[in-house]
């Protein structure tokens, strides 16, 4: 039987039309940041304003009798969609300004805003006006408020979040009561990201960064978004203080965001026995420690300058940011190997990074020696412990099922990018990062370069990768499952 | 506790002894090869006989009064090491022949044969004598029995041949009783290995190709080993008739072998059910199109000689095989990208064939579909089924496991072998070629290369990587487990 029919569309238009209002404020505001900077930029702002306004408006006006119904079916739709939409609206100022005159690079460059990726097609960043860098910074700030508040609330409810729901309990939530906190939750992790924003803006600016930059990369920075409004990204801040006053924001905005806010309440031995933080700090170290190293020995400059250079770009590929301090692409194959390795970690589970995800690969290495131990004892029922709690064997099967669907993507994007004539190795880069959300890749679109000579057909094929890896592969796939549209 | 103790040892020597004493008698058929031929090696083949049959003599001699005790634990540890001690020996004509003086690459060259990996380090093939070349091809077609015994019989024995049993079970075989049937079982299986093997030589033979070099590819065809006695493989013979003779045997050598089995009783109705021989079938023939297509379009030559090329390159890879008629990396990325996809699939279990195996990848790619089901499905117990049985979680499990490991140590090692200067393409190439017993790998281990430029420590870790393979990664693995050696 066909459920289509007894989907909720209304409700769907509805809330579609309500996600396109708030984006039309932010259009807004980027109104005012092109008054202030005074770059004739207004009006394609004020257009795209009204256009997206008057569309979200619309959709909500015409469906105020919609019913309330809203189930997980429903919710996979709209979570699909609104990246979708939201970039296509988002697009609007690069196309009527002209920054980004072509349709499919001003959408790539949105989906990967939006997706805090920061794979970019631009090659002239610092000739656009102040108000077009602070909307494409702001795509990325929005985006990771929305993955916060995705992964942490929303999954959950979607039964998705099983992941998320283990290596980090969010207070009062659980998958069946999602409606009475979803709100607060939401707030109180929203006050976290906006703080460190702050924090992080404040501490720039303290620097040599002027305020407008300094505001941009904390933005792009708390995101793990990657978009920088220099076109060398942070190479072009030879100041060690402003380096690594962003490796310490990368590292938390890769952290999860329940833990800080743990932290905060000084509920300290939640954040210490948190197994997925101490590999995300353990994989940091070990990743940094080598590469300095073969850094220094390699003669990379002082062993300061190594180990900087080697710890911005672990945590910056490792948390998806994609900020570039150093051309990794020049560095030996060995480190070019591990920075490769890097891409299919990721960051933490609630945190605004993408990848795999650090819990899912303690997870299934902690499964590969279980099963050893098993095998020993076959008759033995030996069953898997996270934090302190055993692990339910349906969420072990849901990971690994997550990892495979996650290396078959990769593996089939990867072929059908060398179709388009792409050599092997930035075939791969171009689906390594795009999938991870991260930002640069290898070969030729690695740090140095940008995504412009990928052709149209790849680059589309790329903006869906960002959203599959964005929305944690299932939300998407399933949409594709037969199934699903079944009663 | 330790239970070193408890280990049964002398029955582990003893076993030796005796797999030593027939390895010795083929040292002592090359030996009559070398007086047919009149090559001058037989006084190397002769101090090898005697040096191993004394050996084998001695450790059976002395071990006469060990008790017959022989567990699981015994099973590991002999399965483990009879390939290193028995590589040890095979690199005895070698070193004393003079043909391959260097230890390292005669080991190498050794496990890469009774492994049926076929990664060579000699760049001098036809140059070497006749009986050389016929223990080298020997040393695969003696792999190539040990396999079969060892998934067909052992392993289940061992609780390791979960996936096996389930691709095709074998006839009065079961995992608790294995003594009174193994002998039949094996007696049987290389019944149909010795037939393929007579009737490749003989079909070959019939085309243009010596009886020398039939018999040896002969040898290296059933093992889905590869050794070819001319430099340039197969591509050597210009014949279609030799080159799709060639193809045929790899692509039986892929099958399970107790689907021929079942066949030769008439039981067709076994072999087409099976869920493993029809993805094995559809890899083969879509990849074979794919490329077929793709070099008709680029100018490879007739649409018969392109069909060619692909199908044999295809069956080859999938295979592990190995042999080669043409350069595939002088192909577009597109299909490199697709040869070095293949190298992860591997043959069908029970088969000589290396890798993945198409069994574990069929299990989970379906695993990944009944995940997508269980999540529209959140409440419903969806179990997998595969050829019409119900398969155990544990086992998925297991299978799971064992494609982690494998592509864990697929990363490790490649960062390894990049740390020793190869490049990425030449490391991924040469870890994955040796880890599915392939043979040709990528880069400067492409097929039109040899692995002798790679260093020492290099081959020594890539003949361990060819070892773990072969014995499905957890014989080895569990070597390695603290609680394997507790009590």
Redesign the interface.
């Known amino acids: 039987m066909n459920t289509f029919s007894i989907i909720n569309k209304k409700i769907i238009f509805r809330l579609l039309g309500y996600l396109l209002i708030l984006e039309s404020f932010f259009l807004l505001v980027s109104y005012i940041v092109s008054i202030i900077y005074k770059d004739d930029t207004g009006a394609a702002f004020l257009i795209s304003f009204a256009i997206t306004f008057v569309t979200g408006g619309s959709a909500v006006f015409f469906t105020r009798k919609s019913k309330k119904d809203f189930g997980k079916r429903e919710g996979y739709i709209i979570v699909s969609i609104v990246w979708i939409i939201c970039s296509l609206f988002g697009s609007l100022p690069y196309i009527i300004n002209g920054s980004i005159p072509n349709f499919t690079n001003a959408f790539f460059e949105t989906m990967s805003g939006f997706t805090t990726t920061g794979a970019s097609i631009l090659n002239n960043i610092e000739e656009l006006p102040h108000s077009i860098l602070f909307w494409r910074s702001l795509t990325q700030w929005m985006g990771g408020m929305g993955i916060i508040v995705l992964s942490l609330a929303i999954l959950p409810f979607l ?2 979040g099983g992941v998320q729901l283990f290596s980090a309990e969010v207070p009062g939530l659980t998958p069946d009561k999602m409606h009475p906190r979803v709100k607060e939750t939401a707030q109180r992790l929203w006050i976290i990201y906006v703080g460190f924003t702050a924090a992080e803006t404040l501490l720039l600016w303290i620097g040599d960064m002027n305020f407008f930059d300094s505001i941009n990369h904390a933005f792009t920075t708390m995101a793990t978004g990657g978009y920088s409004t220099k076109q060398t990204s942070i190479a072009f801040y030879t100041s060690p203080y402003i380096q690594y006053v962003i490796i310490l924001f990368m590292f938390i905005a890769g952290v999860n965001f329940s833990l800080p806010y743990f932290a905060l309440k000084f509920q300290f031995k939640k954040v210490f026995r948190n197994e997925e933080l101490k590999t995300y700090t353990l994989i940091t170290i070990a990743f940094t420690l080598v590469i300095a190293l073969k850094l220094f020995i390699t003669g990379n400059g002082s062993l300061e300058q190594s180990f900087r250079d080697a710890m911005f770009q672990v945590v910056s590929i490792l948390t998806t940011t994609g900020y570039v301090t150093a051309d990794y692409l020049l560095w ?3 480190l ?3 920075i ?2 890097l891409m299919f970690i990721g960051g933490s589970s609630g945190s605004t990074g993408g990848g795999v995800k650090v819990i899912r690969v303690l997870l ?2 902690k ?3 279980y ?8 008759k033995a029922i030996i069953p898997m412990r996270l934090n302190g709690k055993t692990v339910p ?2 969420l ?3 990971v ?2 997550f ?3 996650y ?2 993507i990769f ?1 089939i994007s ?2 059908f990018m ?2 388009l ?5 930035s ?1 791969m880069g171009s689906v390594a990062t795009t999938l991870g959300n991260i930002g640069p890749g290898l070969g030729s679109v690695g740090p140095a370069e940008n995504f412009s000579h990928i052709p149209s057909i790849g680059k589309w094929v790329l903006s869906f990768l960002m959203l599959l890896g964005r929305l944690e592969l ?1 939300t998407v ?2 949409l594709f ?1 037969p ?2 549209w079944k009663k």
Do not use: Y
């Open positions: 039964g998705m030996t194959p060995l070019i190997a591990l490769f390795t299934i290495l499964n590969c020696f099963e050893l131990k098993r095998l020993v004892h076959p064997q349906p072990v099967n849901n690994l099922a990892i495979v669907f290396l078959l593996m990867s072929v060398a179709s004539g792409l050599d092997m190795e075939a299932f796939l399933i499952a199934s699903f």
